[in-house]
């Protein structure tokens, strides 16, 4: 593999991860001052953002810059800070 691949295909999967702590944080915001998470739009923005990553994900592999088992990995980890901040939330909200 040449310099300049590996070069796109760390500035690729650093724009992936850009995107997964963006949704982090507009989950966060959301949870922290706009909505219960079992409101649908909070739903409905947390699908639309994991739907869009999910896309994102996909057309990078398709193009050879991630490896499919790095993508689902990104969204796997995505997934589980996620819950976890929901689990945070949901707590501090019942005490």
């Known amino acids: 593999m040449?310099?300049?691949a590996i070069?796109?295909?760390e500035k690729a999967y650093?724009?992936?991860q850009a995107d997964a702590d963006k949704i982090v944080k507009l989950i966060q915001v959301q949870m922290d001052?706009?909505?219960m998470p079992k409101c649908p739009l909070y739903e409905e923005v947390l699908d639309t953002q994991m739907f869009g990553l999910s896309r994102e994900i996909d057309f990078a592999v398709r193009l050879g810059l991630v490896d499919e088992k790095e993508g689902k990995a990104l969204l796997d980890r995505l997934e589980r800070?996620?819950?976890a901040l929901h689990e945070a939330v949901t707590k501090k909200r019942v005490r």
């Open 2 to 4: 040449t310099d300049d």
């Open 7 to 9: 070069n796109y295909r």
């Open 14 to 16: 650093a724009l992936l």
């Open 33 to 35: 001052n706009l909505t």
């Open 81 to 83: 800070e996620l819950s």
